[in-house]
């Protein structure tokens, strides 16, 4: 047997650390023996796991204040009942004190010499090959013999009470994905779609009543403001494309880092169509209550726009 040399570690109490190690779902594992006289008697652990795959090893720990286990140790081989759901009772049993565990419990004796609990998930025979003490714990590690699988749902225990583990299905979720776009998606795709293509149904619908457009001057404009300077661009410019180059969503608020680029084809802010192609970066920050569109606040520069039809603004006062 080993001993872990303890290292001096803060004062948590075995109450805050059970509080915390509870969030932790486990399984519900039944180890399974014999005493000197062939009796059947076990105990229930909540770690036992995979240790090694190569050579097969599993590992479990139990209490040093166990009566159960040093009759186990001293037999030199287990087996570990992976508990279904429909075996709290079987739980409830071996997790009593005294020498009748199993009485009233459904098992099946094995060549290898301990007892296989019926309607178990699993079943893994093997033979003490090393403990440790670690603690107030034996840590154990076993060498896998035999393992067999039996059917059902494992049962678990978390927070303080059993259940089952409630698996999502792969397909499902994609498809949950696919229909139902996060909100981030959702406003990115609707903003894109009203400036990039003039498609304004998709924002409107996610828009609040009281929706209001800050601009980087102060201006402030409602939706319907909004929809007018969405016409006006797309009258005045043609090859219309948005891309959203970023988008990050925090505490209520969507940034959007975009692009436009469109060609120049009609009036737009006095200039006459110059038929040439123009470049636009820009910021829009998006705040949003209960999946609606509340305020927005836009920050793009018109001289980007401007030197891109190769007119240059000093001041107030454009040259050609």
Sequence with gaps: ???????????????????????????????????????????????????????????????????????????????????????????????????????????????????????????????????????????????????????????????????????????EQQASATCEPSLLNRISDAWSRAWGEGDTGAFEALVAPDYVRHSKQGEMVRLPEMLLQIQESHAAFSDFKVEILHATEEEGLISLHWRTIAKHTGVFMDVPPTQRNVTVHGASFIRHRNGRITEEWVVWDPRELLSSMHIWHLGNHKVA
């Design 1 to 171: 047997m080993t001993s872990v040399q303890s290292i001096p570690s803060p004062m948590l109490s075995p109450a805050e650390q059970r509080k915390v190690y509870g969030l932790l779902p486990t399984s519900v594992v039944a180890i399974s023996g014999v005493t000197a006289e062939s009796t059947p008697t076990g105990f229930i652990v909540g770690t036992f796991q995979s240790l090694s795959l190569e050579p097969a090893l599993v590992t479990f720990s139990i209490a040093k204040t166990s009566s159960t286990w040093p009759i186990l140790r001293s037999q030199g081989r287990f087996t570990a009942n992976v508990l279904s759901n429909r075996q709290l009772d079987v739980c409830k049993a071996l997790g009593r004190k005294g020498e009748e565990k199993f009485k009233g419990l459904d098992f099946d004796q094995t060549a290898f010499g301990t007892p296989h609990l019926r309607n178990a998930v699993a079943w893994i025979d093997c033979t003490v090959l090393s403990e440790v003490v670690a603690g107030d714990h034996f840590m154990i590690v076993g060498s896998v013999n035999a393992m067999k699988v039996g059917s059902g749902d494992a049962l678990i225990f978390s927070g303080g009470r059993f259940g089952d583990c409630n698996l999502w299905d792969p397909t």
